[in-house]
Structures are given as structure tokens and as C-alpha cells.
């Protein structure tokens, strides 16, 4: 009975100093999310709208670090959509004559 008491004391500890570590580290993380899906979305865009190449190839050109990065093509508003789950997501969208923008963060 005390081995498994001690179990799960040491499992709780463990589970907290993994909480504090991310709590810690929470600014860095999410700044580094926003700017992979930023950075996702405008490469994602210029692959698909401005090279004009399938949206299936352009996961060839993120960087290395992006892998939970996901693009999403959106054909009726000739955007990109990147996102990383449960942190980040931007959107950017073709103009014609500019390039791929990003829409504002929100």
C-alpha cells in the first residue's frame, strides 16, 4: 500500500514540475507559434498563388522546426490558412499586383 502511495506522489510531482516548466516557458512558446504560422501561411500563399504549384508540395518548403505547422488552402478566397493547434493561426490572402499579405493578427 505504500509503494503505490508513493507512486502516485511522485507522479503528481512529476506532472507539476512539467506545468511549471511549461507555465515558465509559456511567452516563448506562443511567440514562437504565432510566428510559425505567420511565417507558414505567407510561404503557403506564395507557393500555391503566386508559383501556382499544388498546395500537396508547398509542405516541401517549410522550414526545418515547422512540423506542427499545418496549411490550409482556401480557393474561394485565394488564401492560405497555417496554423499550429491550440496556440496559433494566421491567414494570408493573394492581392493581385502585391503579393501574399497577412490579415491583421486578432
Do not use: H
Not at 20 to 41: C, E, F, I
Not at 58 to 83: F, H, I, N, Y
Request: hydrophobic content about 50%.
Amino acid at each position: 500500500m505504500a509503494v503505490r502511495r508513493k507512486w502516485w506522489i511522485g507522479a503528481a510531482l512529476i506532472v507539476l514540475m512539467l506545468l511549471g516548466l511549461l507555465a515558465w516557458n509559456w511567452t516563448t512558446l506562443s511567440a514562437r507559434a504565432r510566428l510559425g504560422a505567420a511565417y507558414g501561411a505567407r510561404i503557403g500563399c506564395s507557393c500555391r498563388y503566386v508559383e501556382g504549384r499544388a498546395m500537396g508540395s508547398c509542405a516541401d518548403d517549410k522550414e526545418p522546426g515547422m512540423a506542427l505547422v499545418t496549411m490550409t488552402d482556401v480557393p474561394d478566397q485565394r488564401a492560405v490558412r497555417a496554423s499550429v493547434p491550440l496556440l496559433a493561426a494566421r491567414t494570408a490572402r493573394f492581392k493581385p499586383g502585391w503579393g501574399c499579405l497577412l490579415d491583421p493578427a486578432g
